[in-house]
């Protein structure tokens, strides 16, 4: 007997009648001899609804109440999923994240999972039942009520998978898997049958819409993690350990290209060039929760100064500029500098590991496109480069026909 962790997002149980068909396809696999537990996220966009409904009383609403509010989207889908199951005539019992077991720290709006005692889940299980858990939320020590982070659910699933050494997690969602762009995009995408965890979590960094920190759990617990619509039966993609042996083909080529286009630009000009002035700038960023992604600096021709440019998303640049003007005269700076009309395009691809010519090939195809390059950084499996906002989509289709990705025919 296996057992099956699903996981089916907002737009998956929008309304009535897509909640009954997810009732169906849990029934299905139940039937076919499995046990399963289901992990469901608010309806379509209540979250947002709610996070709007917050606002309407308080421009700042305080974290600890706003999650207990937060919290109560993933209880109505939960209720009505456990309902629709037991109108079928299943034995289906709803468990909110705490009941569950999902234990956090106390950081409200981004908790992180601590730990998860399955033994609940697994009594329900042992009887016979179709267990459906809340999403995106859990409890601090003292039994709060936490949320963790704008499309936390994907995390809920793979983490109870982890504890419940579930053979697989499935991720149900409005789109068919995992593609080589985002299809919107690039219309010659191609769906990837499976992606290594690695690469997965640059493409999910980069753009790809999955919650980062669950593909970084199925990584260190070694989940599988297969990504499908709940609208059709057309095979996902799985995220998964890449062997070593086989897929030679696969491993020399790029896997995807991702982008992001909330990229912010900040640049600090004449900072003081003297140890501790790259510290005394990032950690108070870091303390504000504010997450720096491409860092530049460039020593100029004195050596006596320095200009610091770094980007963040453009959510967090009023943030951003806030605490950088605060420091400003502690290390001498002298202009800061914003941009927000940034975008970012990437390259992934655990292929390009030791293998000189990527990073030129994709300058090249930049230049070749007239797409002028602001900053480039790289990892071992990806290369980033920060453009103009308005070529953004235009370079995901040039790289994506450049690195050979588009779908024949
Ligand atoms: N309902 C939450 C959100 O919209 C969690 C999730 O969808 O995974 O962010
Ligand atoms: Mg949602």
Sequence with gaps: MALYVHKYGGSSVADADKIVNVARRIAAVHDAGNQIVTVVSAMGDTTDELIDLAQTVSSEPDPRELDLLLSTGELVSITLLSMALRNLGYDAISLSGPQAGIRTDRTYGRARISQVDPERVRRELDQGRLVIVAGFQGSTPDEDITTLGR?????????????????????YTDVEGIYTADPRVAPKAAKLAHVGYEEMLELAAAGAKMH?????????????????????????????????????????????????TNVAKVTVCGVEDKPGV????????????????????????????????FTVTTADLSRALREVSQLKSSFGAG?????????????????????????????????????????????????????????????????????????AG
């Design 151 to 171: 499309g936390g659910s994907d995390t809920t699933a793979v983490a109870l998978a982890a504890a419940l050494e579930a053979d697989r997690c499935d991720i």
């Design 278 to 309: 790259a510290a005394a700038l990032f950690e108070p960023l870091a303390a504000a929760g504010i997450s720096v992604d491409t860092i530049v600096q460039n020593t100029s021709a004195d050596r006596t100064t320095t200009d610091i440019s």
């Design 335 to 407: 202009q800061v500098m914003s941009d927000e009309t940034l975008a970012s395009v990437s390259v992934v691809g655990s292929g390009m590991q030791n293998t000189p010519g990527y990073a030129s090939r994709m300058f090249r195809i930049l230049a070749d496109g007239g797409i002028n390059i602001d900053m480039i950084t790289t990892s071992e499996i990806r290369i980033s480069c920060i453009i103009n906002r308005d070529k953004a989509h235009e370079a995901v289709r040039l790289l994506h026909e450049g690195f050979e990705l588009d779908e």
């Design 212 to 260: 980062p920190r669950s593909i970084e759990l199925g990584s260190v617990y070694n989940v599988p993690i297969y990504v499908a619509s709940s609208f059709t039966d057309a095979s996902g993609t799985l995220i998964h350990q890449t062997s070593d042996d086989g897929e030679m083909e696969d491993r020399i080529k790029v896997t995807g290209i991702a982008y992001q």
